[in-house]
């Protein structure tokens, strides 16, 4: 019999009940360090007392209108983006796979107004991960996200990451963007080497395409910079942004400069959910605390101070054999499949989320104190040497 949940998901045993900042605790007590923070969500940990607080007093006050009405608040949030990033636009999606097709539609909108519809198709690049939607399963070349859902419309070219001449030799009249993380997460903790970013950018200035950068997981403050792009020496001209941004509240945004939002006009794209009151007043409390550059320079700390107890952990071990990744999106390469040893270092009490390329994907919140970095690391290296060798076979 089917289960009353769709059997999309292999979840794990754990089944958490309430937070306390870096911990989750299941109906029996049972405590675990949370590294995943939900995906990359919970970026100021669980309970956060300023979000805790926001989303309280909004919910008693008004939960959601439409955006048939004039939104204040959403005006205040889009407004702080705008001041905080290249960005002169915004538009407020529930996902970041909404996010992607806000961008994705920016992009045909903008070369339509331009009387160049014939520039539909957009560059994208091998093990991205946008999200579920078709048009965001279009977009990469990953087999599990794509297999059963062929055909897929033809709208993008997936290159090899990494490979600037491959994305020059791919433009031709039908290009009209390229869209790119500048860390892959999914795809294994692979950041963008910087001059691939910057050659990609020169040949959006070149050829009259748009850049589009999606920063779902890497954005709100993650890498240790408000947006990640801003380590790059870059700007985007649209970029898709939502998990950290709600806190925990589905919430993500399609960013835009006035240029590239030319097609947008009124009637071309909608939502009933996005940014609703509820979304705005999380969003508000964690710009609040994420945008404030002392926080951002305690992020880089932290970091800092986790990633070099990770790199010394590597070099006294056999299981794991890379660390790698910017600020607090952190991948630990092992020398084995990575999904095997995320379900035992569960039974050490330290929740991480398995990527590809055998990664172990480590997401603390952003609020994590040094005795979370020590905990953790001392739960990898126990977790390493009373791994099971017969599953790494
Ligand atoms: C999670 C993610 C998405 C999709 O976000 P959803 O909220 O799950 O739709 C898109 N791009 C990247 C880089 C992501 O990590």
Same mark, same amino acid.
């Given at each position: 019999m089917i289960p009353v949940l769709m059997p999309v998901y292999a979840r794990s045993e754990v089944a958490p009940v309430r937070g306390e900042g870096c911990w989750l605790f299941d109906a029996d007590g049972r405590r675990y360090l949370d590294f995943a923070s939900g995906i990359a969500v919970n970026c100021l940990g669980h309970g956060h007392p300023h979000l805790t607080r926001a989303i309280q007093e909004q919910a008693a006050r008004l939960l959601h209108v439409s955006n048939l009405y004039a939104s204040p608040h959403q005006e205040a949030v889009a407004r702080r983006l705008v001041e905080l990033t290249f960005a002169d636009t915004v538009f407020f999606t529930n996902s970041g796979a909404e996010a992607i097709e806000c961008a994705v539609k920016t992009c045909r909108r903008f070369h339509f107004a331009q009387g160049r519809p014939e520039r539909f198709r957009i560059l994208s690049f091998s093990n991205a991960f946008h999200g579920r939607t078709l048009t965001a399963i279009a977009a990469t070349d990953q087999a599990k996200l794509r297999d059963g859902f062929e055909p897929l419309p033809d709208w993008f070219r997936v290159?090899?990451?990494g490979d600037l001449e491959a994305a020059a030799a791919a433009i031709d009249s039908s290009v009209g963007g390229i869209l790119v993380e500048p860390i892959q997460g999914e795809g294994g903790i692979r950041v963008a080497p910087p001059r691939f970013l910057q050659g990609l950018r020169q040949l959006c200035d070149a050829h009259g395409l748009l850049l589009l950068l999606d920063e779902v997981q890497c954005g709100v403050g993650r890498t240790g910079t408000l947006f990640a792009y801003e380590q790059f020496g870059i700007e985007p001209d649209v970029m898709a942004i939502a998990k950290g941004i709600g806190?925990?509240?589905?919430?993500?945004?399609? =960013?835009?400069? $006035?240029r590239a939002a030319a097609g947008m006009t009124v009637g071309t794209h909608g939502s009933t959910y996005g940014g609703n009151p509820l979304a705005m007043a999380a969003a508000s409390a964690v710009l609040d605390v994420v945008a404030d550059p002392g926080f951002l320079a305690q992020v880089r700390a932290r970091a800092e101070r986790l990633r070099a107890a990770l790199d010394r952990m590597v070099e006294r071990s056999n299981l794991f054999t890379e660390v790698r990744g910017l600020g607090l999106m952190l991948g630990l390469k092992l020398a084995i499949d990575s999904r095997a040893f995320v379900a035992h270092l569960r039974t050490h009490g330290l929740l991480t989320v398995a990527a590809a390329d055998n990664v172990v994907r480590l997401?603390?919140? =952003?609020?994590? $104190?040094?005795e979370h970095v020590a905990l953790a690391v001392e739960a990898l290296e126990k977790a390493a040497q009373d791994f099971p060798l017969c599953q790494a076979a």
């Amino acid at each position: 019999m089917i289960p009353v949940l769709m059997p999309v998901y292999a979840r794990s045993e754990v089944a958490p009940v309430r937070g306390e900042g870096c911990w989750l605790f299941d109906a029996d007590g049972r405590r675990y360090l949370d590294f995943a923070s939900g995906i990359a969500v919970n970026c100021l940990g669980h309970g956060h007392p300023h979000l805790t607080r926001a989303i309280q007093e909004q919910a008693a006050r008004l939960l959601h209108v439409s955006n048939l009405y004039a939104s204040p608040h959403q005006e205040a949030v889009a407004r702080r983006l705008v001041e905080l990033t290249f960005a002169d636009t915004v538009f407020f999606t529930n996902s970041g796979a909404e996010a992607i097709e806000c961008a994705v539609k920016t992009c045909r909108r903008f070369h339509f107004a331009q009387g160049r519809p014939e520039r539909f198709r957009i560059l994208s690049f091998s093990n991205a991960f946008h999200g579920r939607t078709l048009t965001a399963i279009a977009a990469t070349d990953q087999a599990k996200l794509r297999d059963g859902f062929e055909p897929l419309p033809d709208w993008f070219r997936v290159l090899p990451f990494g490979d600037l001449e491959a994305a020059a030799a791919a433009i031709d009249s039908s290009v009209g963007g390229i869209l790119v993380e500048p860390i892959q997460g999914e795809g294994g903790i692979r950041v963008a080497p910087p001059r691939f970013l910057q050659g990609l950018r020169q040949l959006c200035d070149a050829h009259g395409l748009l850049l589009l950068l999606d920063e779902v997981q890497c954005g709100v403050g993650r890498t240790g910079t408000l947006f990640a792009y801003e380590q790059f020496g870059i700007e985007p001209d649209v970029m898709a942004i939502a998990k950290g941004i709600g806190g925990g509240i589905p919430l993500g945004a399609c =960013l835009a400069t $006035e240029r590239a939002a030319a097609g947008m006009t009124v009637g071309t794209h909608g939502s009933t959910y996005g940014g609703n009151p509820l979304a705005m007043a999380a969003a508000s409390a964690v710009l609040d605390v994420v945008a404030d550059p002392g926080f951002l320079a305690q992020v880089r700390a932290r970091a800092e101070r986790l990633r070099a107890a990770l790199d010394r952990m590597v070099e006294r071990s056999n299981l794991f054999t890379e660390v790698r990744g910017l600020g607090l999106m952190l991948g630990l390469k092992l020398a084995i499949d990575s999904r095997a040893f995320v379900a035992h270092l569960r039974t050490h009490g330290l929740l991480t989320v398995a990527a590809a390329d055998n990664v172990v994907r480590l997401l603390p919140p =952003l609020v994590i $104190e040094d005795e979370h970095v020590a905990l953790a690391v001392e739960a990898l290296e126990k977790a390493a040497q009373d791994f099971p060798l017969c599953q790494a076979a």
